[in-house]
């Protein structure tokens, strides 16, 4: 049997997310294609039904449904893996001290230490093959905007791990790219259930502030995920290594972020969530 076909493995792959407009464009250019999710049935039908598409259930906080999903593989590829991509990943919209401990754990393994175990279980296949290690970090790896702050530290850590795998990982013969991924319209938020704010909170003044993060306006006027999915295969293609920026004004954030002197890339982050003037409003409102 005959294994020449170059192979990719994408998790997260839901219709409308990046995962699944990534899959789409490795398929396209002829990729033997492992779309992943927790729930098949949530992976596009035009994936599924895709001649080169190997629809894998894969739950990436379970390492029974990874350890299956490397033995799926490998029965495919004989034993190898070109390119896998840890692209899954959550987030929580409160303030810090309105998150509970058990979410903020469950964020971090899902943001952090899925990808962490995903390296573990598929090295030996990504070392055979020479391959690539994909992982999808954020610009809020970079900027401490209020409201996510489990989000933010979870995504920089993946993106300093990612990194450090970059060096451990190249004597290996595997290649290693950390996105730092901007605003993408992929309608994740529309799929968002929010937390609600306590009345206890120090924060309950500003909840409507709060819940109108989930309504997806932090996506208006971004690319979309075909887009971003297009720039990405792109620079896996073409050999890159390391941090590749990827997003709505990526090469602007990216300026901002290591240009600016820090009390003005303060007032930036400040001007996108502005929490410190609507708490002043809404200690006003009590006067």
């Known amino acids: 049997m005959s ?18 407009a990534l899959a789409e464009v490795f398929q396209e250019k002829g990729y033997h294609v492992f779309a992943t999710a927790r729930n098949p049935s949530k992976i596009p ?38 390119i896998l991509i840890n692209n899954s990943g959550g987030i929580i919209l409160l303030p810090a001290l309105d998150t509970s401990m058990e979410d903020g754990k469950r964020l971090f393994d899902f943001n952090f230490w899925a990808p962490f175990a ?16 994909v992982n999808n970090s954020s610009a809020s790896a970079y900027s401490p905007m209020a409201l996510t702050s ?27 790219v950390t996105l730092i991924t901007c605003a993408v319209k992929t309608g ?11 009345a206890s909170s120090k924060y309950y003044g500003i909840r409507d502030f709060i819940y109108g993060f989930s309504d997806g306006w932090l996506q208006a006027g971004a690319i979309s995920s075909r887009q971003y999915a297009t720039k990405v295969v792109r620079e896996i293609e073409n050999g890159s290594t390391g941090i590749v920026w990827a997003g709505t004004h990526a090469l602007l954030l990216r300026l901002l972020c290591w240009l600016l002197p ?23 409102k009590k006067i």
């Open 3 to 20: 294994f020449s076909r170059r192979s990719v493995l994408i998790t997260g792959c839901s219709t409308g997310g990046i995962g699944a």
């Open 45 to 82: 039908p035009t994936l599924s039904r895709s001649a080169n598409v190997t629809v894998l259930t894969l739950d990436v906080l379970s390492s029974e449904s990874i350890a299956a999903a490397v033995e799926g593989v490998k029965k495919e590829t004989g034993g190898t893996l070109d």
């Open 118 to 133: 995903m390296l573990q279980a598929f090295a030996p296949l990504l070392i055979e093959a020479k391959g690539c290690v």
């Open 150 to 176: 489990v989000y933010n530290s979870s995504k920089a850590a993946l993106a300093m791990a990612s990194e450090t795998w970059r060096h451990e990982l190249q004597p290996l013969g595997v290649r290693t």
């Open 188 to 198: 994740s938020f529309a799929k968002y259930q929010r937390d609600e704010v306590p």
């Open 262 to 284: 820090k009390p003005l890339f303060d007032m930036v982050v400040e001007s996108v969530v502005p929490i410190s003037s609507e708490m002043a409003k809404a200690e006003r």
